[in-house]
């Protein structure tokens, strides 16, 4: 266990943050050490994956970060089309979405480029052009902290909803996921629905699209939409697309007849939130470092030396605004720490 690490470069924003404690863990043994270890039992805890998803609002996390470091997939089962692969939570999103699209097995090609390891995953059911990990996911093996004991969740267990399960909620902070196995097809009609990849493949003269080019469509797509992390701290979108009633939304229309809006459920809509930041003037906003995206009003950036209170207060700024303007409150999608 190392002591007063600088996490600076563990989380995207880029915010220097030194924890008191820092432990690597890489299989059960190393679990079942750490539990038995007096600073786990007695310390704040903070499971970390690519740090993609997190805003650190103090300069210092008095407390224990559990990195996992176990790297890897294998084929545990096949069942006719079906082809059940688990992966330890160490491993990088990314890569492993492409080393699934090489092998030609489908389900999480629309997720590409996505930042973040395997076991931050199903923290928020991750999703993106019209696809979720809840829709090919199988099951999960968790360690449970208040047990030192290894507990499987099917996918109901997981309760997967929009950008949220039950780890994100009721089970906060008491599971460290350990191994994902997802059920992949080996034949599968793929998803190119999403608005902006109809738009891609007809400007590439592309007819019918194969696994490959919709996964390099969807990272293209993404490179130019989003900023890199590596060049601008962000976390992605900072907040989730709300869902409305219908009564505000009929509302709503009658003051901004532009209003974006997609069908989410009996008498609700979800909103872009991306849309009512923009419209609420605050794309390419900045104060000091901290700041809105000029391209994408949905992510907030760190320009260099924003603090995370700064980019915290920019955030509560917005929300305000927006629930002034149009009576919605925005609910942050990144993890407040
Ligand atoms: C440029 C950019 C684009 C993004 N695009 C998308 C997108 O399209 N769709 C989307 O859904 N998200 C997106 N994100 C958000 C982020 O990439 C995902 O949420 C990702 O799954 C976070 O993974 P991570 O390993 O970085 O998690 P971290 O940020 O390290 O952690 C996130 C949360 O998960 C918990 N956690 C991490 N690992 C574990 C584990 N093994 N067990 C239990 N809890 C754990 C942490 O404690 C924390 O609460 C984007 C982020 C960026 C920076």
Known sequence: MERFVDLKSYNTFGLPVVASYFSLISDTSDMEALIADNVFQESRKLILGGGSNLLFLDDFFDGLVIQPQ??????????????????????????FVD??????????ENLALIPGKVGAA?????GAYGVEIKD????????????????????DSCDFGYRSSIFKHNARGRYLINTVTFALKKQANLNTSYGNLEDYFTKKGIKNPDIKELSEAVKD???????DPTFIGNAGSFFKNPVIHQLLFDDL????????????????????????????????YRKGDAGVHDKQALVLVNYGNASGREIFALAMKIQLDVKKKYGIHLDPEVNII
């Open 253 to 284: 229309l009658k003051e901004f007849p532009q209003i974006p809006a997609f069908p989410a459920g009996t008498n609700t809509y979800k909103i872009p939130a991306a849309w009512l930041i923009d419209h609420a003037g605050w794309k390419g």
């Open 122 to 126: 199903p923290m928020q059911n991750i």
């Open 136 to 155: 090919c996911f199988y099951e999960l093996e968790a360690f449970d902290f208040q047990t030192g004991k290894i507990k499987k969740f099917d996918k």
């Open 70 to 95: 176990n790297k890897g997939w294998e084929v545990v089962d096949e069942k006719g089309n079906l082809v059940f692969i688990k992966v330890q939570a160490g491993t990088d999103w990314a890569a």
């Open 99 to 108: 080393e699934m699209v090489d092998a030609g097995y489908h389900g999480l």
């Open 221 to 227: 797509i993404r490179r130019a939409k989003l900023p």
